[in-house]
């Protein structure tokens, strides 16, 4: 596996945790420390729970009939959706239980079968690099009868930390694990935009 080409899939979603993470990170939406309440002391800090997110851009994956990939030649396209997440902290770091959708559609040359469509769960450090991916598979059987079926995913990850406050600077990001001409046709769909 291509390390360096996954970040350079990843750069969007990195981004815009980076954005996210310094427009925020001042935000307080339930305490504000005005004359009234300065003399108070402060409750100790409490942490907070890695970002988890679907990738926009990753979050659909087509397979095609032959060389084209126009619409025209897709026979089956996934999507990844519905992400709920929670974490639980201890001493040794954090744990992520989430689930989501995995939803698989036929396209026009779609002829039933058994189709697999790989995604990843990756964790992000504070600094946006990958340093743990996994990639995880669930074979969907359409058929002429049901050309949309769907599975609920369940993800659990473990982020081993020496100290827990710092799980808020960790990010948990999942996508198809894409090739080229899936990535071209997202682009070119809109996919993510």
Known sequence: ???????????????TTAFLSVSLGGCSWFH??????????????????????????????????????????????????ALTSHCAMNKQGVTIDATLKLTLQQGPKGKGGTFDFPYFVAILDPAGTIVAKSIFSSPLSPNERQPRIGSKEAIHEFIPLADPMASGSYSVVIGFQLDDRQIAFNRSSGIGE
């Open 1 to 15: 596996m291509d390390l360096s080409l996954t970040t350079r899939r990843l750069a969007p979603l990195i981004l």
């Open 32 to 81: 504000h420390k005005g004359k009234a309440d300065s003399a108070k002391t402060e409750a100790p800090a409490t942490p907070t729970c890695p970002l988890t997110g679907i990738v926009p851009q990753l979050a659909q994956a087509s397979q095609f009939d032959g060389a084209a990939t126009g619409y025209s030649n897709v026979t089956y396209t996934a999507s990844l959706s």
